[in-house]
């Protein structure tokens, strides 16, 4: 899927933000105004459980039913009676919950245009016995992407490949045998063959 095509769909997307989620606001006063030059729009807002944000000198401000695009254009008419010449921009932030063997596994929110290593680097890394190729995406205790790195070997991001907010992101300890283990295993087959032989011979006799 092209960039451009990509966009235009976001574009079109009528509700990007949801409950529990959160948002990035960059925002800049192109031609700033002296008497609001200390009020800080940027940040971080969490989205509360009624889909609302706080900003600062609106207050509450619904933000459920917008898109990244549409938001902007909506906070930028909102904040202009403010500022002389308001730009504002957009970063949706999902919720996405990583576990597994990695260093901080646990819930995080990052970007929906973030990679799988964006979001390995928030859980602190991988640990040395994670199998990589086992990491899958789970939602509602179904596995709807099933081997994720291979995705993003192809540079795909989180958004690209369809992770959504409250997907699970897991992984699997890598499988391997200790010399010890591989010799338990021979003992015990050879343990077994050596009770079928008796087995028989027993049953011979008896004939």
């Not at 574009?11 to 949801?18: G, I």
């Not at 709807?144 to 992770?163: A, H, T």
Request: hydrophobic share 35%; net charge neutral; proline share 5%.
């Amino acid at each position: 899927m092209s960039s451009s095509l990509f966009g235009s769909s976001k574009r079109n997307q009528k509700n990007e933000f949801y409950p529990g989620d959160a948002l990035v606001i960059d925002f800049i006063d192109v031609y700033k105004k002296s008497d609001r030059g200390s009020v800080n729009i940027s940040g971080e807002y969490t989205i509360d459980s009624r889909g609302y944000i706080m900003l600062p000198l609106i207050g509450p401000f619904k933000v459920i039913g917008y898109n990244r695009y549409t938001l902007a254009e909506k906070l930028t008419e909102v904040y202009k009676p403010y500022f002389t010449e308001p730009y504002i921009s957009i970063t949706p932030l999902i919720r996405l919950t990583i576990m597994g063997p990695f260093y901080k596994p646990g819930a995080y929110r990052v970007s929906p245009q973030s990679s799988l290593w964006e979001l390995i680097e928030q859980a602190g890394g991988p640990r040395d016995n994670i199998d990589l190729n086992s990491i899958r995406v789970v939602r509602n205790d179904e596995v709807v992407v099933d081997n994720l790195l291979s995705s993003f070997e192809k540079g795909y991001s989180l958004e690209d490949i369809g992770v959504q907010s409250g997907d699970q992101i897991i992984a699997e300890v890598k499988k391997h045998f200790s010399v010890r283990q591989i010799f338990d295993y021979v003992r015990f087959g050879m343990n077994l063959v050596s009770l079928y032989i008796l087995i028989l011979r027993w049953e011979q006799y008896k004939k």
